[in-house]
């Protein structure tokens, strides 16, 4: 385990950690917001440094024979996620109801992919039928129990289910924070007859992704892209490592490109909080860092140190930690020139607004199934201005399935769609955590999207500039990002 300053391994892979923030604070203000870019770059030898071992855990409850297009799509995916996998890849596939069994290879083991073993795989897969309920805790202790044995390979689970899990499995509890220690997983949802924020709760928990299947047909190339992707990390586990001083402690650090999530933290010590992301390949990802922070006896117009983060690494065939590259501070400035201290960085104004982006998207999914068709075209409407402004297609063409736009898409005035298809509203819903990355250098006094969704900016090209803000109760101007007004602090609104 490495924290100090001068053990940096010059071996570790290319990865860059770089923070974002607005340092001036108001001596009332006791947050301090940070976005950390994380990118890894050049990782090396992608197709045979690193041992990946893999479990496909497929559902087949008895509601799976309800159509039987059902099952029969999870065994062409189950077996073409097989193929995908790498020569001499590890591997194990689950068959999940009440109880979880390894229906391949025989006993509780991985075996290494080979021509030989994918083919019996597949004929297993083969087997497969529909019965008994549905147990995800079962499912996932298995898949940690296999995939334990290999504690320095890059392990990976993918997740099919048709149904909502048993009120009866209070094992599902007790694994998320045991498995996020052993493997990352993908969840994946078929039918219409599964819980969005169960399956968004997972993956969240297990650093991977979920998502909704609108038609069977689509699940070949989905576990296919699953599986690839899988096979494509190298670095089996990287943390960032958050170490805080007498004037902060740490409130969260969420991941927030590409997808959102909440990270939970292992206490290394008092002032230090280590954060695990998983398994990494050659790619970007985005954190939100807020520190609750105090200026009691601070001194003023300085730079203050109140965090640092490190990156660390767990390489293929290491059980041991190594810082990836140099830290990097969070700093405070507090002063009285409220100008400053209002303007909202725009990284972070950009997560800020995809959290709202989110959150939207699921008030309208709650609305419409409580039958408050109204509301949920207002929140709704309002998803599509911020997606628009975000520029976050992924989640404006799944809105668009459900709504028709009046006029611009960034005045976010819709109607809903008739005959709304379930898997669609699903289908949405498991869009409330897609995000898009924020702007590449931006400017300190850049708008947020929001703001320029609500000045008259454009998406994809070149942006207006946005005007002063008036504040509503004392009519002085401030910058377009002010949060709050300098002079008698009432918030500004969009």
Request: net charge negative; glycine share 8%.
């Amino acid at each position: 385990m490495s924290h100090g300053d001068d053990d940096m391994d010059d071996n570790a892979p290319g990865f860059s950690l770089a923070v974002s923030q607005n340092r001036y604070l108001s001596t009332e203000d006791d947050e301090m917001h940070a976005i950390l870019t994380v990118t890894a770059q050049g990782v090396p030898g992608a197709d045979v440094t690193a041992e990946v071992a893999e479990v496909i855990a497929i559902d087949c409850s008895g509601s799976m024979a309800y159509p039987p297009t059902k099952i029969a799509a999870a065994q062409r995916a189950t077996k073409a996620a097989i193929d995908a996998l790498r020569d001499g890849a590890l591997f194990a596939v689950i068959e999940g109801t009440h109880l979880a069994r390894v229906i391949y290879p025989t006993g509780p083991r991985l075996v290494a992919a080979t021509p030989a073993t994918r083919r019996a795989a597949k004929k297993a897969v083969s087997q497969l039928q529909a019965g008994g309920g549905t147990n995800m805790g079962e499912w996932l202790g298995l898949a940690r129990g296999l995939l334990s044995d290999h504690p320095t390979a890059v392990r990976h689970v993918i997740m099919l289910t048709d149904g909502q899990n048993s009120e009866a499995d209070v094992r599902l509890d007790v694994e998320l924070p045991a498995c996020a220690r052993v493997f990352t997983c993908d969840a994946r949802g078929i039918g219409a007859d599964w819980e969005k924020r169960e399956l968004l709760r997972i993956a969240a928990a297990l650093h991977g992704t979920a998502d909704a299947v609108r038609q069977p047909a689509d699940l070949v190339a989905d576990f296919e892209a699953m599986t690839k992707t899988a096979m494509g990390k190298v670095v089996p586990e990287v943390r960032v490592v958050v170490k805080t001083t007498t004037r902060s402690e740490v409130d969260f650090l969420r991941q927030t490109f590409p997808t959102e999530a909440r990270l939970v933290g292992d206490e290394v010590d008092a002032r230090t909080t280590a954060f695990g992301t998983g398994s990494w390949g050659a790619e970007s990802r985005e954190f939100h860092l807020r520190l609750k922070v105090d200026s009691s006896d601070a001194e003023p117009d300085t730079d203050i140190r109140v965090g640092r983060v490190d990156l660390e690494v767990r390489r293929a065939g290491a059980t041991e930690f190594d810082r990836a590259c140099p830290p990097a501070v969070v700093l405070v400035r507090w002063t009285d020139d409220m100008k400053k201290s209002s303007i909202m960085d725009p990284k972070v104004a950009h997560y800020t607004d995809q959290a709202e982006l989110g959150q939207a998207v699921l008030r309208g999914c709650d609305a419409h199934d409580t039958g408050d068709l109204a509301t949920a075209a207002a929140e709704w409407g309002r998803a599509v201005a911020l997606a628009t402004a975000l520029d976050n297609d992924k989640v404006l063409q799944r809105l668009l399935r459900l709504v028709d736009v009046v006029g611009e898409p960034a005045d976010g005035v819709v109607r809903l769609k008739d005959d709304l298809a379930a898997v669609d509203l699903l289908s949405v819903g498991m869009s409330s955590v897609m995000s898009s990355m924020s702007p590449e250098m931006p400017s300190a006094a850049s708008p947020s999207p929001a703001a320029r969704a609500t000045t008259g900016g454009t998406t994809g090209g070149a942006t207006k500039a946005a005007p002063e803000r008036t504040c509503p109760n004392c009519g002085k101007s401030w910058p377009a990002t002010a949060r709050f007004c300098g002079d008698c602090r009432t918030a500004m609104t969009t």
